[in-house]
């Protein structure tokens, strides 16, 4: 029966699971618009002008996939940003369809990474830390001016909003103490898998084939990959050469903006700079730290509190907000089915070849 894929716990799990974000979505659309007022604004949509954020928006996916190319370079082997990009729809796909969400779809761009010649697993998943890094780098000032506005406008908001940036800044911290420790003191990041692998043993166990069940000559092995990787984009910042990665962010996050803002026009508003930082630092951030996989439901809520302050109407802020998550996450994540999908035959075929 196991063999079978088929699990009745993980599916009752699945439909728990949905049917709260499905909840919670219904508590939004019912508490912050009438349907009257929101066919009303519907009416006047210009399709036209959305189609010009949805091309936004695959600039923004296409400068994430330059992001990765131009990291992958550096440890000399890289894809076209096309196959890049075409790998990130995948991954937002599996970010919401897998119960571990981004945990899970990060596991699934690694393994696609290492493929390409002389990056093995270590520098794959340095290429990962890195290219988040590099767009939260940019968020992080897009934050700060948000957390501004949304503090003269709405105080309860701003407490929110405030735990959610330390969480991600925690996130980070993470993230880049471990690229800083692996180039500097390697034998430190051995001690800390150990205690962490102790402590996991514990108090859950650990699952036969996961990564804590690394034994001691394939830990070493994996450090060192990581401790040359790390040198070499070490050098590499010195140089400057991260630089050109920190402006395809800039670029990406301007993009996402100018969706925000185009999808306002369509529907005939024409909100302030202030109001269109604040509630794009609400998306983004909600995005990335949320219960739910991609900020389902937690973003939409979010969202209309961030508007209402601006003056924002709650039927058209409803609207907006649907028809941008339509943009940056529903339709990436359709064509991420595709890509995935594709993907696996490509694996297939290559696999039946090299037999």
């Not at 990041?189 to 692998?197: D, E, H, N, P, S």
């Not at 999808?263 to 951030?285: C, D, E």
């Not at 961030?306 to 359709?334: C, E, H, Q």
Request: charged share 15%; aromatic share 14%; with cysteine.
């Amino acid at each position: 029966m196991e063999d079978s894929g088929f699990s009745l716990k993980g599916l009752f799990k699945k439909v728990i699971f949905w049917s709260i974000i499905g909840l919670f979505v219904y508590y939004v659309v019912i508490h912050f618009g009438d349907i009257e007022n929101i066919a009303k604004v519907l009416h006047r949509g210009n399709w036209k002008i959305l189609l010009i954020a949805g091309v936004l928006q695959l600039l923004a996916f296409i400068f994430v996939g330059d992001i990765f190319k131009i990291l992958s370079k550096m440890r000399g082997a890289a894809w076209s940003s096309i196959r890049y990009t075409k790998d990130w729809f995948a991954t937002l796909f599996l970010g919401v369809v897998n119960p571990l969400g981004s945990t899970g779809a990060n596991f699934y761009l690694v393994n696609r990474i290492k493929n390409l010649p002389k990056i093995k697993t270590a520098s794959s998943i340095i290429i990962l830390i890195l290219s988040v890094l590099t767009m939260n780098s940019i968020f992080f000032f897009i934050a700060c001016a948000g957390a501004f506005l949304i503090y003269i406008k709405n105080t309860a908001l701003f407490s929110a909003f405030i735990v959610a940036c330390g969480f991600l800044a925690l996130l980070n911290g993470i993230f880049l103490f471990i690229v800083l420790v692996s180039a500097k003191r390697p034998l430190l990041l051995k001690v800390l898998f150990f205690r962490l692998k102790y402590i996991v043993s514990k108090v859950i166990g650990i699952k036969e084939g996961s990564w804590l069940d690394l034994d001691e000559d394939s830990l070493e092995i994996h450090l060192h990959e990581f401790g040359v990787t790390s040198k070499i984009f070490e050098d590499e910042s010195r140089r400057g050469g991260i630089l050109s990665a920190v402006l395809r962010s800039l670029l990406m996050h301007l993009c996402q903006i100018g969706v925000l803002v185009t999808v306002f026009w369509a529907f005939g508003a024409h909100p302030g700079l202030m109001s269109i930082i604040s509630i794009y630092s609400v998306l983004f951030l909600f995005t990335i730290i949320s219960p739910t996989p991609q900020g389902i439901g937690v973003v939409e809520g979010f969202a209309q509190l961030a508007m209402v302050p601006f003056g924002i109407d709650k039927s058209l802020g409803l609207v907006v907000t649907l028809a941008y998550r339509a943009i940056n996450l529903w339709i990436p994540v359709a064509i991420g089915f595709v890509v995935f999908r594709m993907n696996g035959v490509e694996v297939q075929v290559k696999t039946s070849v090299d037999q």
